[in-house]
């Protein structure tokens, strides 16, 4: 693990995507945060000695997907799967398929394995899933405030982990998309996870924070930044949005702060490999693209 220094920092950014906002200060106790996402070796010691069973290898409840048909509740998860040429960016449905039978086990199917992936961050795993490992090894996950805090690197008014350009001198810093999405991708790992510690370490020492995957933390999600000590109204006169607010419509399933972006940001797109920026998950989720890992306080 790297130990994260105490600080205050401008969390957030109101150049982007508006969920960023507003930018505010925020002030960090120390912590330690792991070096590298957990990985699909780690992970699996964690099944070994557990005999845990994740989310997308238990059957979908009938009562949280009414209307669906019985053999679309049979376990799976979401595989990403590149289209064979442009299509409309507004609809993710293009390019994300449910994969009965895809697990952290198999990532992109049942006739998928982990042969040759020991070192790539586990995917596939839920926020239930991400805790019970955090708990079995003494650990937790980050709050979105340590995780963004962590993903600067000490670099506080940058809007990229490295600087203010994506792809600095042409050279990417970390596994995104390169390319034109969702079809073409001339990454050096192409459509799909990289081994932990593939690109540099930020200036705290910590690797891949920005990219490869998104990353689960503790927070809630709403729709912008609910800031410490000042009163947050949202249209309809509430304040503190409670966690009610946190479904999507039609949904009872609350959403968790995703960070970190993934390897399919792009810039035409998704321009999340970001520290400011957020996305918001379902918490029962699992997808190729959606890992973690742990933090404790000092």
């Known amino acids: 693990m790297v130990r994260i220094p105490a600080g205050t920092f401008r969390m957030g950014s109101d150049e982007f995507y508006p969920d960023e906002q507003p930018v505010h200060h925020r002030v960090v106790e120390e912590f330690r945060i792991d070096r590298f996402a957990v990985t699909n070796e780690q992970f699996a010691e964690f099944v070994a000695d557990t005999r845990y069973v994740t989310t997308a290898e238990q059957s979908l409840d009938p009562a949280q997907y009414p209307g669906v048909a019985p053999e679309d509740l049979a376990p799976g998860s979401l595989v990403f799967t590149p289209t064979s040429g442009p299509v409309d960016l507004s609809d993710w449905r293009q390019w994300w398929r449910w994969e009965p039978g895809a697990s952290w086990r198999h990532p992109f199917g049942p006739e998928s394995s982990l042969e040759g992936r020991s070192r790539h961050p586990v995917v596939h795993v839920s926020f239930a899933d991400a805790s019970a490992y955090a708990d079995w090894a003494g650990k937790r996950l980050p709050t979105e405030t340590e995780h963004e805090y962590a993903a600067r690197g000490g670099a506080d008014a940058e809007r990229f982990a490295w600087g203010s350009e994506p792809f600095p001198d042409g050279v990417a810093q970390a596994n995104s998309w390169i390319g034109r999405f969702p079809y073409e991708n001339r990454g050096r790992f192409g459509a799909d996870t990289a081994p932990v510690g593939s690109y540099p370490p930020n200036g705290y020492g910590v690797y891949d924070l ?89």
């Open 210 to 298: 920005i990219g490869n995957t998104w990353e689960w933390t503790t927070d809630y999600y709403v729709p912008w930044h609910i800031v410490p000590g000042t009163p947050q109204v949202d249209a309809e006169g509430r304040v503190d949005l409670p966690r009610a607010a946190s479904p999507e419509p039609g949904s009872t399933i609350p959403r968790r702060v995703l960070k970190g972006g993934s390897y399919l940001c792009s810039p035409e797109y998704c321009l999340r490999f970001r520290p400011a920026a957020r996305s918001p998950q379902a918490e029962d989720s699992a997808t190729t693209h959606i890992g973690f890992r742990c933090v404790v306080s000092a």
